[in-house]
Every structure is written in structure tokens, then in C-alpha cells.
């Protein structure tokens, strides 16, 4: 019998996986210690952020997929909770009520339901022989829904998003047919004007305003678009170099080491450093659905997959709304952009990919 180097190993981890994660986090910090004006306090934090969102990656990482799932539904339901409180007593900043400050440091709840609401539609899904029926199919989307719902109330319409594509994944990947994915797209065509009239707040109809024209409002609502534009556009093929940003630099680009520091590494490092950085994403998801392929069983190879598409959503949004090609809707660039609970909710989502294969392989050997 072939003894795999994971039955050696003190910890699971998948190696690959974690290279590419460091990697990035690497990219990151020469990016933000640029876009942040050479602030080493605002390194030093980041660097503990990611600390606790490794340590957290390493704690999920030695769990069974087994023992993950008896604890699912606790873990969604302990999210709801939190998205009450947050709309009772939640703390507000730029009229959005999204945090609960415990003192000593304030979350977002929000956060927690990326992981959630893909770990409990997996659950459910699971529970009974895939493809869903149309009743379990309606339940699903009921769990989607209403984390969904209160987020948007919050308003925090980015996050409402990527936690419902995290759902509509895990649907998607369930083995939905072409007809019902097709009556999805039609159903939210057809909506679309309940949406935009009843649903989206006036600043959020206004991004997608922008959007269209930005020039509408140069020195308001479509300046951070434009600015944006030009700085990318000014880094050419090979940048103008690190530190030597100028749109960055001289406070024309605001934003620049959350939402938007995908373009002060534009600017500085090029089309040949995106290129670089696009590689890097790439070989990360594509280690994640390698993982999600290999998995023992339909619940980690539904919770996989969409943990690593919810990534892919991620990257292509906040690289879409920088460029002008999507509205703003405030993600940030994972592992490269400035964060506290994001950065730690994406390592959490690793680590249980990460648990899914070095298991995998353990049971196998």
C-alpha cells in the first residue's frame, strides 16, 4: 500500500493551494504599502488580519468533511441571528448599518453567510439523491433568500450578491437542467424593473448611471470611475514601476487600498503585471475545482465548487467595477485589497477546501 504524504503531515494542507494564497497575500502587500503611501501601520495590520485568517484556515483544514456537516445548520442559523442584531442594534457608518462593534474591534455578520449559505445549501441538497426535485429546489432558494434579504436591508447590495451567487452555485453545480436555469435568467429579466424601482436605493440606481456614462458627473459620483480609468490606462504595458504611481500618489484615486487597489497595481506594474496576477488567480481556482472534482462525496464537491467560484465572483466583479465595465458595488480584491473580516471569511473558505482534499486523500490511502 502507497503511503501518502499526507498520513506524515502534522497538519492538512494542500500545499499548492497555500503557495498560491502566499503568494498573492505577497503581491498584496507590496501593492498596499504603495496605494497606503508607504504606511507600515496599515502593513503591520494587515499582516495581523491575515494571521488570524491563517490560523483560522489551519483550524478548519484538520476538520473531516464528516464533522463539518453536523454542524451546518448551527453555524446558518447563528448568521441570521447576527443579521437581526445588526439591523437592531448594528453600527452605522456612511448611512449603512453592516458592522456590531464588540469593543476591542467591529465585524461585519454579513461576512459569515458567504461561507454559510453554501455550506447549508450543500447540506440540505445532499441530504436526499441530486438533482434536487422542484420543492427541495424552492427550499433552497428560501435559504438563499433570506440571509440575501437582510443584507440588502442593511444596504450592502455587493455583499447581497456574492452571497446569493454562493447559493445559486451550489444550485448550479446540484445539476440543475438547462430549462430551470434558463427560467432563472428569464424570471430576473422579467423582473428587473420591480427590482429597480423597489428594491435598489437611489445611490445604487445612480452607480449604474455612472456606469453608462460617468462624464454625467465627473466630480461626483463618476469621479472615482474616471480616475480609476486613467490610472490604469496610464500603466501601459510594463507600468510606470513600483511606489511610482502618480494617480495613486497624488490623491486623485480614492479608495486606493480598499475597493480600488486594483488600479494602483495597474498603473504601476502594467498590462504584463495583471497578467502576472490573472496567472496567479487563475492557478488558485483552478487548484479549487481540481479539489472540488476530487472530492469523496456530492456534499464537499458542491461546497468546493462553490466556495472557489464565490472567489472567481470576487475577482471578476472588483476587476469589472475598476475598469468600468460593472458598477461599483464595494468588493474587495481577495488578499490583495485592504480588509478585516473579508480577509479572514476568505481564509476560513480555504481552509475548508482544504479540509475537502488532504481528507480526501488521508480515507483513500
Known amino acids: 500500500m502507497q503511503i501518502s504524504w499526507h498520513n506524515n503531515s502534522f497538519l492538512h494542507l494542500d500545499y499548492p493551494l497555500l503557495f498560491g494564497l502566499l503568494l498573492l497575500f505577497a503581491i498584496g502587500l507590496l501593492t498596499l504599502y504603495s496605494a497606503g503611501g508607504q504606511n507600515l501601520d496599515l502593513i503591520f495590520r494587515q499582516i495581523l488580519r491575515f494571521l488570524v485568517g491563517f490560523g483560522i484556515l489551519l483550524l478548519l483544514a484538520q476538520i473531516r468533511t464528516q464533522k463539518i456537516v453536523s454542524f451546518v445548520p448551527w453555524v446558518y442559523m447563528f448568521g441570521i441571528l447576527l443579521l437581526l442584531l445588526v439591523l437592531i442594534m448594528g453600527e452605522s457608518t456612511n448611512g449603512s448599518q453592516r458592522w456590531i462593534n464588540l469593543g476591542l474591534f467591529r465585524f461585519q455578520p454579513s461576512e459569515i453567510m458567504k461561507l454559510a449559505v453554501p455550506l447549508m445549501v450543500a447540506w440540505y441538497l445532499t441530504s436526499k439523491p441530486l438533482p434536487p426535485t422542484s420543492w427541495r429546489l424552492l427550499v433552497a432558494l428560501t435559504i438563499i433568500f433570506i440571509p440575501v434579504f437582510l443584507v440588502i436591508k442593511q444596504p450592502d447590495l455587493g455583499t447581497s450578491l456574492l452571497i446569493a451567487a454562493s447559493g445559486m452555485f451550489v444550485l448550479l453545480l446540484a445539476g440543475l437542467s438547462w430549462r430551470t436555469i434558463f427560467g432563472f435568467i428569464s424570471l430576473t429579466v422579467l423582473s428587473t424593473p420591480i427590482l429597480w424601482?423597489?428594491?435598489?436605493?437611489?445611490?445604487?440606481?445612480?452607480?449604474?448611471?455612472?456606469?453608462?456614462?460617468?462624464?454625467?458627473?465627473?466630480?461626483?459620483?463618476?469621479?472615482?470611475?474616471?480616475?480609476?480609468?486613467?490610472?490604469?490606462?496610464?500603466?501601459?504595458?510594463?507600468?510606470?514601476?513600483?511606489?511610482?504611481?502618480?494617480?495613486?500618489?497624488?490623491?486623485?484615486?480614492?479608495?486606493?487600498?480598499?475597493?480600488?487597489?486594483?488600479?494602483?497595481?495597474?498603473?504601476?506594474?502594467?498590462?504584463?503585471?495583471?497578467?502576472?496576477?490573472?496567472?496567479?488567480?487563475?492557478?488558485?481556482?483552478?487548484?479549487?475545482?481540481?479539489?472540488?472534482?476530487?472530492?469523496?462525496?456530492?456534499?464537499?464537491?458542491?461546497?468546493?465548487?462553490?466556495?472557489?467560484?464565490?472567489?472567481?465572483?470576487?475577482?471578476?466583479?472588483?476587476?469589472?467595477?475598476?475598469?468600468?465595465?460593472?458598477?461599483?458595488?464595494?468588493?474587495?480584491?481577495?488578499?490583495?485589497?485592504?480588509?478585516?473580516?473579508?480577509?479572514?471569511?476568505?481564509?476560513?473558505?480555504?481552509?475548508?477546501?482544504?479540509?475537502?482534499?488532504?481528507?480526501?486523500r488521508l480515507l483513500s490511502d
Open 197 to 360: 424601482h423597489y428594491v435598489l436605493h437611489e445611490y445604487q440606481r445612480e452607480r449604474i448611471r455612472i456606469l453608462l456614462n460617468p462624464e454625467r458627473d465627473p466630480a461626483g459620483a463618476g469621479y472615482h470611475i474616471i480616475q480609476s480609468k486613467i490610472a490604469i490606462g496610464s500603466g501601459g504595458f510594463s507600468g510606470k514601476g513600483w511606489l511610482n504611481g502618480t494617480q495613486s500618489h497624488l490623491q486623485f484615486l480614492p479608495e486606493r487600498s480598499t475597493d480600488f487597489i486594483f488600479a494602483v497595481y495597474s498603473e504601476e506594474l502594467g498590462l504584463l503585471g495583471v497578467l502576472v496576477l490573472l496567472a496567479i488567480y487563475f492557478f488558485v481556482l483552478s487548484r479549487g475545482m481540481y479539489i472540488a472534482l476530487k472530492a469523496q462525496d456530492s456534499f464537499a464537491r458542491l461546497l468546493a465548487g462553490s466556495l472557489t467560484l464565490t472567489v472567481f465572483v470576487y475577482i471578476f466583479v472588483n476587476m469589472g467595477m475598476v475598469s468600468g465595465l460593472l458598477p461599483v458595488v464595494g468588493l474587495p480584491l481577495p488578499l490583495i485589497s485592504y480588509g478585516g473580516t473579508s480577509l479572514v471569511t476568505l481564509m476560513a473558505g480555504f481552509g475548508l477546501i482544504m479540509a475537502i482534499h488532504t481528507h480526501r
